[in-house]
């Protein structure tokens, strides 16, 4: 059996950023920029004002009180005149700084009466609450290089240096299908010997979350013929994503069906708990997961494997999984013959990571897993885990 981490690496090494597509800036949240942007223009496109107040030139204010007539008003989207020696223009927040000014007065430390301003301030200093034409960034300036993963706040950068589409590395589509004749979708109610479909739901959020384009294919019964037409429309997607049918017993087809269809496989089994029997192939530039059904192997599966695949596939250069530390607030004893996955809860208690285990009865359990937010790694063997030690815990599976 392969070691996760070998796993992973070849997982990795056989994904490759999708190539770059322009994408509408509306829909580019979350991708990966695939070009350095410029800005078109300078930014702020004027002298502006910080500040709602009043416009002045410093040297008609050299002493504390100043008393001064309201030449004009000027908001945010408006010119005003040239400001007149011995004058003050009202200004608002935004607003074009007018010509002959060099400073504003906040409108706090005035008081306004009759066309007149009456300034309770110290002497302001040339540029007070003014941002200058071009100090954030100049025409010209790259604003945003390739590899930036686009948040909001870049969203709108993009926005302000005039760009209404972006080229970017698109998200991969994942295919997902659920196996096994015992499935039923969640709205029908199991028959004897029956189950409710929640890998299919699961794996296609899963997906969603990781920042994929999800295609649910529903549910392949075990039928060789029904089952190959299922995976050959799966096949495609930028991945393939199946629960259920990839161990050893007379109606798991998954792996001959893939075989047919001309899938070159990988690795079958991992030494990991829960989620021994994960099949990993590829067909082209098309990545195949094989998942085992029970439903917590399954979700293990694709944090550990799927996630990274995604991530990676969409440009990202860490595309995990990222594990981090955390204090063991409790005291336990765990045996097992592979490292195993297990629920957990993680808090932040005043500024340290603090995790304890989640009540959990196996790969089925996903009871346990809707009250996790992490998964804590214990290794292969049998152990006494002490209460204030560091364990490793994967916190990404909290949306």
């Given at each position: ?18 190539p ?36 002045v ?52 430390d005035?008081?306004?009466?009759a ?8 002497p ?59 499935l ?17 739901p ?14 649910y294919l ?10 190959r ?49 994960l ?39 860490i ?38 285990t ?42």
């Amino acid at each position: 059996m392969l070691a996760v981490a070998d796993a992973l690496e070849i997982v990795l090494a056989k994904c490759r950023p999708l190539p770059p597509l322009d994408m509408p800036l509306a829909t580019a949240l979350g991708s990966i920029l695939a070009e350095d942007v410029a800005s078109d223009l300078d930014m702020p496109p004027f002298d502006k004002a910080l500040m709602d107040g009043y416009a002045v030139r410093c040297q008609d204010l050299v002493d504390g009180t100043t008393t001064l007539p309201v030449q004009a008003e000027v908001s945010a989207g408006q010119s005003g005149p040239p400001l007149m020696p011995g004058q003050a223009i009202r200004i608002m927040t935004g607003a074009p700084i007018p010509a002959g000014a060099d400073a504003v007065i906040r409108v706090e430390d005035t008081k306004m009466a009759a066309h007149r301003v009456e300034i309770h301030a110290k002497p302001p200093k040339p540029g007070q609450f003014i941002l200058t034409k071009g100090r954030e960034m100049k025409r010209g300036d790259v604003v945003l290089t390739a590899g930036a993963v686009l948040r909001p706040q870049e969203i709108g950068l993009l926005a302000t240096v005039g760009r209404s589409n972006v080229k970017v590395i698109p998200p991969p589509t994942v295919a997902v299908l659920a196996t096994g004749d015992e499935l039923v979708e969640a709205n029908q109610m199991p028959g004897p010997s029956q189950l409710r479909n929640s890998n299919g739901p699961m794996l296609t959020a899963q997906a969603a979350r990781a920042g994929a384009i999800p295609r649910y294919l529903g549910i392949g019964r075990d039928d060789a013929v029904l089952l190959r037409a299922l995976v050959a429309e799966a096949l495609n997607s930028s991945i393939v994503v199946m629960s259920g049918g990839v161990s050893a017993g007379r109606k798991d087809l998954v792996p001959d069906v893939l075989k047919d269809l001309g899938v070159e496989p990988h690795f079958h089994q991992i030494a990991m708990k829960p989620g021994k029997p994960l099949f990993f192939g590829t067909r082209g530039d098309t990545l195949v997961f094989g998942l085992p059904g029970n439903p917590v192997s399954s979700f293990c599966g694709f944090e550990l494997f799927v996630r990274p695949a995604i991530r990676k596939m969409a440009g990202h250069a860490i595309p995990g999984p990222v594990w981090q530390d955390a204090t063991l607030a409790e005291t336990f004893s765990h045996s097992s013959d592979r490292p195993t996955y297990h629920p957990a809860v993680v808090e932040n208690r005043e500024g340290s990571n603090r995790v304890r285990t989640v009540r959990w009865f196996g790969s089925p359990d996903l009871r346990a897993m809707a009250q996790a937010n992490a998964l804590m790694l214990l290794p292969a063997g049998s152990y006494s885990f002490t209460a204030g030690q560091k364990m490793p815990v994967l916190a990404s599976v909290e949306a």
